[in-house]
Protein backbone atom coordinates (compact mmCIF):
# COMPACT_ATOMS: atom_id res chain seq x y z
CA UNK A 1 0.00 0.00 0.00
CA UNK A 2 3.04 2.76 0.99
CA UNK A 3 4.17 1.65 -2.37
CA UNK A 4 1.08 2.81 -4.38
CA UNK A 5 0.65 5.71 -2.86
CA UNK A 6 3.94 6.44 -3.07
CA UNK A 7 4.09 6.15 -7.10
CA UNK A 8 0.38 8.20 -7.13
CA UNK A 9 2.07 10.88 -5.11
CA UNK A 10 4.99 10.95 -7.73
CA UNK A 11 2.19 10.30 -10.79
CA UNK A 12 0.66 13.66 -9.25
CA UNK A 13 3.73 16.13 -8.68
CA UNK A 14 5.22 15.11 -12.24
CA UNK A 15 1.43 15.89 -13.98
CA UNK A 16 1.38 18.98 -12.01
CA UNK A 17 5.24 19.89 -12.78
CA UNK A 18 4.09 19.20 -16.63
CA UNK A 19 1.25 21.50 -16.24
CA UNK A 20 2.79 24.19 -14.96
CA UNK A 21 5.79 24.12 -17.36
CA UNK A 22 2.94 23.85 -20.11
CA UNK A 23 1.26 26.67 -18.91
CA UNK A 24 4.31 28.91 -18.59
CA UNK A 25 5.42 28.23 -22.21
CA UNK A 26 1.93 29.31 -23.16
CA UNK A 27 2.38 32.83 -21.56
CA UNK A 28 5.53 32.93 -22.64
CA UNK A 29 4.58 32.38 -25.99
CA UNK A 30 1.91 35.18 -25.60
CA UNK A 31 4.44 37.61 -24.32
CA UNK A 32 6.87 36.70 -27.32
CA UNK A 33 3.22 37.44 -29.53
CA UNK A 34 3.30 40.77 -28.17
CA UNK A 35 6.99 41.59 -28.28
CA UNK A 36 6.52 40.65 -32.43
CA UNK A 37 3.66 43.05 -32.78
CA UNK A 38 5.62 45.32 -30.67
CA UNK A 39 8.54 45.35 -33.04
CA UNK A 40 6.53 45.66 -36.36
CA UNK A 41 7.41 42.00 -37.03
CA UNK A 42 3.68 41.10 -37.61
CA UNK A 43 0.63 43.32 -37.98
CA UNK A 44 -2.49 44.18 -35.40
CA UNK A 45 -4.77 41.80 -36.93
CA UNK A 46 -1.75 38.77 -36.94
CA UNK A 47 -1.24 39.17 -33.19
CA UNK A 48 -5.15 39.07 -32.26
CA UNK A 49 -5.41 35.59 -34.11
CA UNK A 50 -2.56 34.10 -32.71
CA UNK A 51 -3.27 35.89 -29.08
CA UNK A 52 -6.66 34.20 -29.65
CA UNK A 53 -5.17 30.56 -30.55
CA UNK A 54 -2.96 30.71 -27.46
CA UNK A 55 -5.75 31.88 -25.03
CA UNK A 56 -8.16 29.08 -26.23
CA UNK A 57 -5.24 26.56 -25.70
CA UNK A 58 -4.18 28.15 -22.04
CA UNK A 59 -8.60 27.69 -21.18
CA UNK A 60 -8.09 24.18 -22.34
CA UNK A 61 -4.87 23.39 -20.38
CA UNK A 62 -6.54 24.96 -17.14
CA UNK A 63 -9.94 23.35 -18.04
CA UNK A 64 -8.54 19.96 -17.87
CA UNK A 65 -6.67 20.47 -14.64
CA UNK A 66 -9.72 21.22 -12.83
CA UNK A 67 -11.56 18.58 -14.45
CA UNK A 68 -8.75 16.47 -13.02
CA UNK A 69 -6.26 15.94 -16.06
CA UNK A 70 -3.16 16.61 -13.42
CA UNK A 71 -3.82 13.91 -11.54
CA UNK A 72 -3.84 10.00 -11.62
CA UNK A 73 -5.49 9.72 -8.37
CA UNK A 74 -8.94 8.67 -8.82
CA UNK A 75 -10.15 9.89 -5.43
CA UNK A 76 -9.61 13.19 -6.48
CA UNK A 77 -11.15 13.50 -10.28
Given amino acids: ?3 EKAAADHQNAL ?3 LYLAEERLLHTEKNGIKEAYLAG ?3 EKVMKKLL ?5 KLSSVETSTKE ?3 TTDPKER
Fill in 68 to 70: GGA
Fill in 15 to 17: AEE
Fill in 1 to 3: MDL
Fill in 41 to 43: IIL
Fill in 52 to 56: SQVDK
